[in-house]
C-alpha cells in the first residue's frame, strides 16, 4: 500500500474550488477524489505516463498529476477540475 500525500497548494486548490460548486458538485469532487486516492494506494503506476517521472491519473470532473517515490509514496503535484459547462 503507498501513502498518498497531496502538495499544501493542491488542497488549497482544491478547497477553492469546493467554495464555487453547487452540493451535486461537491459529492461528484468528493467521490472523485476518493477513488484517485483507493486507486493511487493501490497502485503508484496508474494513469498515464508523463514526461520525467509524472503520470497523470483522470476521474471525472478530476485530473490529477502526481509521481511515484521510491518509498512507497505518492504525491500529488497538482490537480485539476473540469467545470461541467451550463
Request: glycine residues 4%.
Given at each position: 500500500?503507498?501513502?498518498?500525500?497531496?502538495?499544501?497548494?493542491?488542497?488549497?486548490?482544491?478547497?477553492?474550488?469546493?467554495?464555487?460548486?453547487?452540493?451535486?458538485?461537491?459529492?461528484?469532487?468528493?467521490?472523485?477524489?476518493?477513488?484517485?486516492?483507493?486507486?493511487l494506494a493501490?497502485?503508484?503506476?496508474?494513469?498515464e505516463s508523463?514526461?520525467?517521472?509524472?503520470?497523470?491519473?483522470?476521474?471525472?470532473?478530476?485530473?490529477?498529476?502526481?509521481?511515484?517515490?521510491?518509498?512507497?509514496?505518492?504525491?500529488?503535484?497538482?490537480?485539476?477540475?473540469?467545470?461541467?459547462?451550463?
Open positions: 500500500m503507498n501513502a498518498v500525500v497531496w502538495l499544501e497548494s493542491e488542497l488549497d486548490k482544491l478547497a477553492d474550488v469546493w467554495i464555487d460548486v453547487t452540493p451535486e458538485e461537491r459529492d461528484r469532487i468528493e467521490a472523485a477524489v476518493n477513488r484517485i486516492n483507493a486507486t493501490r497502485d503508484a503506476g496508474a494513469g508523463r514526461s520525467g517521472n509524472h503520470r497523470i491519473l483522470h476521474v471525472s470532473p478530476v485530473t490529477v498529476r502526481f509521481r511515484p517515490e521510491s518509498d512507497s509514496t505518492v504525491v500529488v503535484a497538482s490537480v485539476h477540475y473540469a467545470r461541467p459547462r451550463r
